[in-house]
């Protein structure tokens, strides 16, 4: 997930030079980012599309800057994790200001930049809990349902079911506050690249509910252990 290619010659340092002369597009990499619940580390999630090269993640020096003005932000050299054992990814900071972040990646030959990201561990730090409904009722497609924006400044809602090993079943995101495994049918963005597999009756999993803002900072983050039935 860090090679390196040709663009790579010269030392780039703003977002304005790496993309210069390139081919480029513009909300191409779904990225978003949350407080740690316990550290207040920044978390910044993004999902690498499969043939993804040369991850880079860039950041403005404060928030206070215009978002869409990229020689402002300036790569920073941290290495990201794996989440969900890889299909997602994650970067972590500490002790860091707000700012505007934007993650990029290349691929086809084209470099693939997400919307920016105003981080806001500051003045809106992320909400965790394990507040959601879970209705069982049609065996193996539990039907969750929470809070309609609970904490405000919500524009969609990101979700993922995983098994009690932490891989990711589906990935989906709805403007409504439910989702019901696995029926697609209030989905608006899918990032499930296989048909998930039927739920073990009596099995673990784990429900991960993302409330995201108009500006990609992660609002509102739910946890939920649940056994199928």
């Known amino acids: 997930m860090s090679c390196e290619t040709d663009l790579d010659d010269n030392a780039l340092i703003?977002?304005?030079?790496?993309?210069?002369?390139?081919?480029?597009?513009?909300g191409a990499v779904i990225a978003c980012a949350a407080s740690d619940e316990n550290t207040n580390d920044v978390l910044t999630f993004y999902y690498p599309e499969a043939g993804?090269?040369?991850?880079?993640?860039?950041?403005?020096?404060?928030?206070?800057v215009d978002k869409l003005?990229?020689?402002?932000?300036?790569?920073?050299?941290?290495?990201s994790e794996p989440f969900f054992n890889g299909y997602l990814g994650k970067f972590t900071q500490s002790n860091v200001a707000e700012?505007?972040?934007?993650?990029?990646f290349e691929l086809n030959n084209e470099i693939k930049i997400s919307n920016p990201i105003r981080s806001k561990q500051i003045t809106k730090p992320t909400v965790w809990t394990n507040e959601v409904v879970i209705d069982q009722t049609?065996?193996?497609?539990p039907n969750f349902t929470w809070q309609n924006n609970a904490v405000g400044d919500n524009a969609i809602y990101f979700q993922v079911i995983s098994d009690n090993q932490n891989n990711l079943l589906s990935g989906t995101y709805t403007y409504q506050n439910q989702f019901q495994y696995y029926n697609t049918s209030n989905v608006v963005l899918n990032v499930t690249t296989q048909d998930p597999p039927d739920?073990?009756?009596?099995?673990?999993?784990?429900?991960?509910?993302?409330?995201?803002?108009?500006?990609n900072w992660v609002n509102?983050?739910?946890?939920?252990?649940?056994?199928?039935?």
Not at 220 to 229: M, R
């Open 52 to 64: 993804a090269i040369n991850i880079r993640f860039y950041e403005t020096l404060n928030s206070d």
């Open 14 to 26: 703003t977002l304005s030079t790496y993309i210069n002369n390139q081919n480029y597009e513009l």
């Open 99 to 104: 700012k505007w972040i934007i993650i990029t």
């Open 220 to 229: 509102w983050v739910v946890l939920k252990t649940f056994e199928s039935q």
């Open 138 to 141: 049609q065996s193996g497609m």
């Open 199 to 215: 739920l073990i009756l009596g099995d673990a999993y784990n429900f991960t509910l993302m409330d995201v803002s108009q500006d």
């Open 69 to 79: 003005d990229f020689s402002k932000y300036t790569q920073v050299f941290i290495e």
